[in-house]
């Protein structure tokens, strides 16, 4: 009788369980395949390498073994037994890295929630032309099975790498906003997706957590959201920083408002994972980021479509209608966005972006005048943020504030990949580097949507094939 009741509440809870997780979307497969490693030179081709801003015309390009074995003007690297591609007209470039996601994240919103895809996720950013991702927070063994799982070829996508769970103070960010946008009673578990940060000996607990996961890099996040709620001190900031560099692990560090972004270059951070949002810049952190040479993740786009949302006025791009399914595009197009402005938390957020984002332009442009890198991510999946379209959402907003396309490019490929390692083996279309190519129709530096021209698509040397999408 006993087992039975119990029986019945497990049941019961698995059920509440499946629905809080959402509607299931059969994706239509973006990917037909991934070909095995195969000889091949790309002709005549314009090349931007990533290291450099200025393309080198009239190249021959050759891969084997997943690396790029030649690089040289046309006519100078022999073919052997490859398959030769013609790349007149076309450009090649390093495959895209996106410095910003969240492979497990469903990118649903509450009043029409649907079930995680990660597999989709992956397959929309490698559909895109992204072939590396840097997931800044989710469940490690979860995505580390997903990294695994990609590299040997079983699942379509681009490179995990990923971190540990976020570390951040009791009930600060992003406790409040995940509750708002997960749907009872998963929105119970929302603590368990953290470290939970009290004092030092938290700190020190959760790097040395995961320094035991051989994860190369640590969240911190230190914002007030909504309003008012605890975040993390700037005295555990650095300790927590201090003790990631100690491990020789990175310290990535999400901020808000001006205040954030100043604990967080005292703090020494890596890494800050947004743009300051909130409020203006003080010189003192522009000079500190800039002396450091830290890079900052902008996430422009995702911020921007947030305030859009609430506004009503978020238009889904043709390549996010094209990756996407409706249900995950419908729900925030136009007038019916606008109920995220009614969401507790993030209706309130989305607000003060609405208000906030004029000064947006001036922040990133005084930034990148005094020479700080920004890096190209997006925060994807989130509502209005979609995994492969935002990426290049995120470049044409970029690229709009006033930073020139070849620093986007460049951007996008050698300096992302340069996070973890000064000399990474992906990035570059440089000899001995890892074959992730690009090749594209036209010249995106002349004109960024060339990017979404995809002629050919390579990830470790293994062409990725195109499934036809309508
Ligand atoms: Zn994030």
Do not use: C
């Not at 699942?155 to 009872?184: C, D, F, K, N, Q």
Request: hydrophobic fraction near 45%; avoid cysteine; glycine fraction near 10%.
């Amino acid at each position: 009788m006993v087992v039975g009741a119990l029986l019945l509440l497990a049941l019961v809870f698995a059920l509440l369980v499946m629905r809080a997780l959402g509607e299931r979307i059969e994706h239509a497969p973006l990917i037909a395949s991934m070909e095995p490693r195969a000889p091949t030179l790309i002709r005549d081709v314009r090349v931007f390498t990533g290291r450099e801003l200025a393309p080198r015309d009239a190249q021959d390009v050759l891969l084997r073994d997943g690396r790029i074995a030649a690089l040289g003007p046309t006519g100078t690297v022999e073919a052997g037994d490859a398959t030769v591609i013609e790349g007149r007209g076309f450009t090649l470039l390093p495959g895209l890295v996106n410095a910003h996601v969240h492979v497990m994240a469903p990118g649903g919103v509450p009043w029409r929630p649907v079930a995680p895809s990660p597999e989709h996720n992956l397959e929309a950013w490698l559909a895109a032309g992204v072939t590396t991702v840097y997931d800044l927070g989710g469940p490690p063994p979860w995505l580390s099975d997903l990294a695994r799982r990609v590299e040997e070829g079983e699942l379509p996508g681009p490179r995990v790498i990923h971190g540990g769970y976020p570390m951040t103070a009791p009930e600060s960010h992003p406790l409040p906003a995940g509750r708002a946008l997960a749907p009872w009673p998963l929105s119970m578990f929302i603590s368990a997706t953290v470290y939970t940060i009290h004092d030092e000996e938290d700190a020190r607990r959760a790097v040395a957590s995961v320094d035991d996961g051989r994860l190369p890099y640590v969240k911190v996040i230190v914002d007030e959201l909504p309003e008012g709620s605890p975040r993390l001190s700037p005295a555990l900031l650095a300790e927590i920083v201090a003790e990631a560099h100690r491990r020789e692990l990175k310290a990535f560090v999400h901020v808000g408002g001006p205040g954030d972004a100043r604990a967080a270059a005292e703090a020494g951070a890596d890494v800050i994972a947004h743009m300051i949002h909130r409020g203006t810049l003080d010189d003192e952190t522009v000079r500190l980021l800039a002396d450091a040479r830290t890079p900052v993740i902008a996430t422009l786009h995702g911020f921007a479509a947030t305030a859009e949302l609430a506004e009503g006025t978020y238009d889904p791009s043709e390549l996010a209608r094209r990756l996407h399914d409706p249900a995950l595009v419908d729900p925030v197009t136009g007038a019916a966005g606008q109920a995220f402005a009614e969401l507790p938390v993030l209706g309130e957020f989305a607000q003060t972006l609405l208000r906030e984002r004029e000064r947006w332009g001036e922040n990133l442009r005084r930034l990148h005048a005094a020479g700080v890198p920004i890096l190209v991510g997006t925060d994807a999946p989130l509502p209005g943020v979609l995994p492969g379209a935002a990426m290049h959402e995120e470049l044409q907003a970029l690229h709009e504030v006033g930073i020139p396309s070849a620093e986007l490019l460049q951007a996008a490929t050698w300096s992302a990949a340069r996070l973890l390692d000064d000399a990474p083996e992906f990035g570059a279309v440089e000899v001995g580097m890892r074959a992730d190519l690009l090749l594209v129709e036209g010249d995106p530096i002349a004109d960024l949507t060339a990017l979404t021209r995809i002629q050919g698509l390579w990830r470790d040397g293994r062409r990725v094939q195109l499934a036809a999408t309508p």
